[in-house]
Every structure is written in C-alpha cells, then in structure tokens.
C-alpha cells in the first residue's frame, strides 16, 4: 500500500503531517514526489544553507525514510515516476497541472498507475475512498 504526498502546500501543512502520521501508523508506505532540486543550496550570511532542511524536518520526524522522497527537479512528476517505474495508490498535490498530467498521461505511462488527489478541505475523505477502493479490489481479486 503505498501512496504519494507532494510536499510544498500539502505536507507542509501540519493537518497533512497528522494524515501521513496515521497513514503510517496504518502500515502505509508513505512517499513524497516534489518538485524541488534534491540539493538547493543558498548563500546565506557566508555559509551554504540547504533549503530542503524544512522539508526533512518534517519528513524527518514523521519517519519518512530520505530514499521514500523523490525529487523531480522541476520535471512533471509523472514523468519522473515513468523514468522510476514507480506507482501509488493515490498521490495528492495542490498544483492542477500535475493532477491533469497524471489523469491524462495514463495511456502513454504504463508504468505508472496512481489516482490523482487534488489537496482541498476533504482531502482525507477523498483519499479514504481510494484506499478502501483499492482494498476492496485487492481483497476480491485474491
Ligand atoms: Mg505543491
């Protein structure tokens, strides 16, 4: 059972961190797809400041694994994922571009298979649904 949350916007979002925390505690495999560069390093007052410290500090803390986050380095995150073979049962972000490339790709991705969740105030009912959806598929088809 794995799932994909986008970072900037989403996991940022303490309500989002609390989401991943149960998904996890649930034995879900939690991943994050971002677009940001795996090493963006500023100058900042005479010292190189990496500014993903943020994001792993969260990431951190819920205990997401650094080899669970994939950084697409402003590349669409379905291609990266095609380029990867990685699926999800659901990924959920907050940029329309990306949940539109994902629902419109699926012909020419068969590598990837995901449901597209795009973040509002019942994100969390939306990406229930999904992982009862897939539940209850895995469950018949066994
Ligand atoms: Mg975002």
């Given at each position: ?79 990266t994922w095609e380029f990867q073979k990685q699926s999800f049962i659901f990924h959920l ?16 991705y068969p590598n990837v298979i995901t449901t597209p969740i795009l973040f509002d105030n019942n994100f969390k009912q939306k990406c229930e649904l999904i992982l009862k ?10």
């Amino acid at each position: 059972m794995k799932v994909s949350l986008d970072f900037d916007g989403v996991l940022s979002k303490t309500i989002v961190q609390q989401y991943a925390s149960e998904l996890l505690s649930r034995g879900i495999d939690v991943w994050v797809t971002t677009t940001r560069a795996s090493n963006p390093r500023v100058y900042v007052n005479n010292e190189y400041v990496d500014k993903n410290q943020s994001l792993f500090n969260v990431t951190d803390r819920l205990g997401i694994p650094r080899n669970k986050i994939i950084f697409t380095e402003s590349k669409l995150k379905i291609d990266t994922w095609e380029f990867q073979k990685q699926s999800f049962i659901f990924h959920l972000d907050d940029a329309s571009v990306e949940i539109k490339e994902m629902a419109n790709e699926s012909i020419d991705y068969p590598n990837v298979i995901t449901t597209p969740i795009l973040f509002d105030n019942n994100f969390k009912q939306k990406c229930e649904l999904i992982l009862k959806l897939y539940e209850s598929r895995t469950k018949r088809s066994k």
